[in-house]
């Protein structure tokens, strides 16, 4: 069975920085577009950043921009997603996401119906 394990959340300061994990057991990250999600209480899931396949490509949500980057360590099979410069705006469960059905190579995708496999999330919490 895919699983998919978020790490990295937490109580941070305005202003701090946080590095959220996704570890993967059953499936090679690599070889799948990926990407991280967020929740806040009363608001739907949105993608904060999404990569290709082979991570030439990368999406970032317009209130991240230049704040977050996506990434993976293809030895640890893991997903990491830096998050600096921290508001409270940035409070949400965050996820992470893996597409298992076709795709390109050097496409992205950011919607949540496109993802096939999902992490638990894990709770990030700015405070102002």
């Known amino acids: 069975q895919v699983q998919l394990v978020e790490s990295g959340g937490g109580l941070v300061q305005a202003g701090g920085s946080l590095r959220l994990s996704c570890a993967a057991s059953r499936l090679i990250l690599s070889n799948y577009p990926m990407a991280w999600f967020r929740q806040a209480p009363g608001k739907e899931r949105d993608v904060v950043a999404a990569?290709?396949?082979?991570?030439?490509?990368?999406h970032y949500g317009d209130s991240v921009k230049g704040r977050f980057t996506i990434s993976r360590d293809n030895t640890k099979n893991t997903l990491y997603l830096q998050m600096d410069s921290l508001n409270s705006e940035d409070t949400a469960v965050y996820s992470c996401a893996a597409r298992g059905r076709g795709w390109s190579t050097n496409t992205y995708y950011t919607q949540t119906w496109d993802y096939d496999y999902w992490g638990q999330g894990t709770q990030v919490t700015v405070s102002s």
């Open positions: 990569i290709s396949r082979n991570g030439g490509s990368t």
